[in-house]
T-cell receptor, first 112, second 112 residues
Framework: SQQGEEDPQALSIQEGENATMNCSYK?????LQWYRQNSGRGLVHLIL?????REKHSGRLRVTLDTSKKSSSLLITASRAADTASYFC????????????FGSGTRLLVRP | DTGVSQDPRHKITKRGQNVTFRCDPI?????LYWYRQTLGQGPEFLTY????????KSRLLSDRFSAERPKGSFSTLEIQRTEQGDSAMYLC??????????FGPGTRLLVL
């Protein structure tokens, strides 16, 4: 069963705008990861944030984590057409730090 | 390329046939995971190896599915007597201990 739920399910923005995606999960976690998937391809790891961290940056990406609300957000600043993809959050479970549980993803379209 | 590789990338088979997929993880990674992804959904965990030991199998992995990781290196996933419902993308990932999982490009299976 899916643990995480991303919101929105789909997002369409103009190149140069910022894109924000949200993820909610259900159980206690060790860490939360964000992945990108281009159509029909494998997943590319973007960023990992641990349960004791609140914010993390990587290039144009900013991730926040609120463990009290069991939620995370991914912000992509100054979006580019190449950012068009599906974005997934994935969590492990605090008592079993191996398998990842994915949400159903946010499909981002960046219009040139 | 030192990433995770999977073979074949695409497989079309007739219902009732057996298929086998191969995954070669990143060489120093001791953990290997199989996931299945259907259209419009996030990946779902199937099974996990630490070195050569298979430590967990999901309820999704029926008796028709078997996975091996001889010598703790590459892994194979076999599906016997395929059904149309087995059509999906099969993703392999590897990690060193419980940290970031790196995914391969996937094997897309179509059962006719």
């Amino acid at each position: 069963s899916q643990q995480g739920e991303e919101d929105p399910q789909a997002l369409s923005i103009q190149e140069g705008e910022n894109a924000t995606m949200n993820c909610s999960y259900k159980t206690s976690i060790n860490n939360l990861q964000w992945y990108r998937q281009n159509s029909g391809r494998g997943l590319v790891h973007l960023i990992l944030i641990r349960s004791n961290e609140r914010e993390k940056h990587s290039g144009r990406l900013r991730v926040t984590l609120d463990t009290s609300k069991k939620s995370s957000s991914l912000l992509i600043t100054a979006s580019r057409a190449a950012d068009t993809a599906s974005y997934f959050c994935a969590t492990d479970e605090a008592d079993s730090s191996y398998k990842l549980i994915f949400g159903s993803g946010t499909r981002l379209l960046v219009r040139p | 390329d030192t990433g995770v590789s999977q073979d074949p990338r695409h497989k079309i088979t007739k219902r009732g046939q057996n298929v086998t997929f191969r995954c070669d993880p990143i060489s120093e990674h001791n953990r290997l995971y199989w996931y299945r992804q259907t259209l419009g959904q996030g990946p779902e965990f199937l099974t996990y190896f630490q070195n050569e030991a298979q430590l967990e199998k999901s309820r999704l992995l029926s008796d028709r599915f078997s996975a091996e990781r001889p010598k703790g290196s590459f892994s194979t996933l076999e599906i016997q007597r395929t059904e149309q419902g087995d059509s999906a993308m099969y993703l392999c990932a590897s990690s060193f201990d419980g940290e970031t999982q790196y995914f391969g490009p996937g094997t897309r299976l179509l059962v006719l």
